[in-house]
């Protein structure tokens, strides 16, 4: 529509928006949830080439068990590559998976990300937005463990806690203790899992303009779930070279071998090629939709001055409701225990009555036998 001689400079916008969020920087959050041992430390220091996190101590790695609470984590780092500065959160869930009974044990992370959702839209009612510190997790990495079966009921109820909530990215761990047709099964049974129980997880966009990208991105979203290998040592494989890996007598497991595991698709996902898209979809999907429940609860979707007015009558109706309810079943199950307990203890005195007449029954016998053997020792011949 313009020619050369009457150029504007509208086109000159990309380049304007690379320098201001260049200047900028991102801020990316990853929270890792996944049982003790599974491995999520080796991956995010092998991910960010760097110690991100120190190791547990392998003896005191349980040792929290008996407090029964799963913790949240937080670890900060400023990454920079090549002039541009990326803000890195890391949420780490120690204590997640590690009980007999993990009923419930997904509530303290769940309740975390509602909560820098909630903290966010607080800052963004404020005067001042100018410092606004997003928390928001942009990706969840839930690691499952290698076992060669499927899911477990824990990984499908914390799954479809997450996956509405946040970018849920499934990943196998330790992908080098399983076989390779085995590890294809695994997948397979993962995904119709997924598929069967309507479980969201991160599909990254494929179509491009661009075909060598289409296909690239194609790969990606087939490798899901992802199997990683994780490491920080360098080993040097059989035809010389030095890469990250983990030694074996049969050979080496190279981390970034995608005939050995899924560990580059992963990283191109989190970093190369989708951290905008993962940061997108956290503003405009995730984040959207809880501003919204909040806002419907709060009442303020209808234009109707009465509209809270209501809700709230409806909410203390409610609660009133709850409350009395909850009181008739405190009554109910007392009342039951009670009843038990004199069971218990009429219970008890019958024992009790039984083992008395039990006792006096013995004595009885006693005394008959003694009775019994004093004729006999007097009958008895002197010697």
Request: proline share 4%.
């Amino acid at each position: 529509m313009s020619s050369p001689n009457n150029f504007i400079g509208i086109a000159n916008l990309p380049n304007q928006r690379h320098k201001i969020v260049s200047r900028k920087g991102a801020h990316f959050t990853i929270m890792v949830v996944g049982e003790s041992g599974a491995g999520k430390t080796t991956f995010i220091n092998t991910l960010f080439a760097a110690l991100m996190r120190e190791y547990q101590n392998e003896e005191k790695r349980f040792q929290k068990q008996l407090e029964r609470t799963v913790e949240i984590e937080i670890i900060r780092a400023e990454i920079e590559e090549k002039g541009f500065n990326v803000q890195l959160t890391i949420i780490d869930t120690p204590g997640f998976g590690d009980y007999v009974n993990n009923s419930d044990c997904w509530v303290p992370i769940v309740e975390f990300i509602d909560e820098q959702h909630l903290n966010y839209m607080k800052q963004e009612r404020k005067a001042n937005r100018r410092n606004i510190d997003d928390m928001r997790v942009h990706a969840c990495l839930y690691f499952i463990q290698p076992t060669g079966h499927t899911l477990k009921p824990l990984d499908i109820e914390v799954m479809k806690q997450l996956g509405s909530r946040v970018n849920l990215i499934p990943v196998i761990s330790k992908a080098d203790t399983i076989t390779r047709a085995d590890l294809t099964a695994f997948k397979n049974r993962i995904l119709d899992c997924i598929k069967f129980h309507n479980i969201n997880v991160f599909c990254p966009p494929i179509q491009s303009d661009d075909e060598d990208t289409t296909r690239r991105n194609t790969a990606i979203a087939n490798a899901m779930p992802y199997a990683v290998i994780g490491s920080e040592q360098d080993v040097v494989t059989p035809d010389g070279r030095r890469v990250k890996g983990r030694q074996y007598l049969w050979g080496v497991a190279e981390v970034e071998n995608e005939e050995h595991c899924d560990f580059k698709k992963l990283r191109n996902l989190l970093i190369r090629t989708h951290m905008d898209s993962l940061i997108s979809t956290t503003e405009e999907v995730h984040y959207e939709d809880y501003r919204a429940n909040r806002l419907t609860k709060e009442g303020r979707t209808d234009d109707d001055p009465q509209v809270r007015k209501l809700f709230d009558a409806k909410m203390k109706e409610e609660e009133d409701a709850l409350r009395k309810r909850f009181t008739e079943q405190v009554r109910t199950e007392e009342s039951k225990f009670r009843k038990w307990e004199q069971e218990l203890i009429d219970e008890r005195d019958r024992l009790n009555k039984d083992l008395e007449a039990e006792h006096s029954a013995v004595q009885a016998l006693k005394a008959e036998i003694e009775a019994l053997k004093s004729p006999v020792q007097a009958r008895s011949p002197r010697k």
